[in-house]
């Protein structure tokens, strides 16, 4: 049976930290900071996804634009077009998706509502558990 993202939530949790899409961006840089994240999902009415907010989004802006950037809505430089996940989503596409698309954190949704997040941290942490898991099997295996 494959391991799924309802598998890493189940582990890390489901709490999503979001934002308005009229934040500044200097706020939306201080949710990342207190919060230790590296993306913040942003949500309009209802809670719909309207973007997603990362720490490379931050580089860029602040490169491209330099402080100025700080009190730009965060709409304006947030990647609208969110690539998403379901629960039953596999590690394995969820590793196909991170690394072709080159991105490191997916929003998960189940009947259009944001039900979590899965970053590239918890898809390693979950693949090294399989990988120590399988081991101890052929270890046991051996040994009879
Ligand atoms: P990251 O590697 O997650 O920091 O993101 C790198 C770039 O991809 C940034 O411009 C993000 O806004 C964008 N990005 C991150 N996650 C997603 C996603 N799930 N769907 C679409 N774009 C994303």
Avoid: W
Wanted: aromatic residues 4%; neutral net charge.
């Amino acid at each position: 049976m494959s391991v799924t993202v309802r598998n890493i939530l189940g582990e890390k949790g489901r709490d999503v930290i979001t934002v308005g899409p009229t934040v500044s961006v200097a706020d939306a840089a201080r949710v990342l900071y207190h919060n230790k994240i590296g993306a913040v999902v942003v949500v309009g009415m209802e809670g719909r996804i309207v973007g997603i907010f990362t720490e490379r989004d931050l580089a860029s802006a602040i490169g491209r634009l330099g402080v100025e950037a700080m009190d730009l809505p965060v709409s304006k430089l947030m990647t609208a077009n969110v690539f998403r996940c379901t629960e039953d989503t596999t590690v394995n596409e969820l590793m196909g998706m991170m690394s072709s698309k080159r991105f490191r954190h997916v929003p998960v949704e189940s009947g259009g509502k944001l039900i979590g997040i899965v970053s590239i941290g918890d898809v390693v942490k979950q693949r090294i558990r399989e990988v120590e898991l399988e081991a101890e099997h052929i270890k046991a295996y051996i040994a009879g």
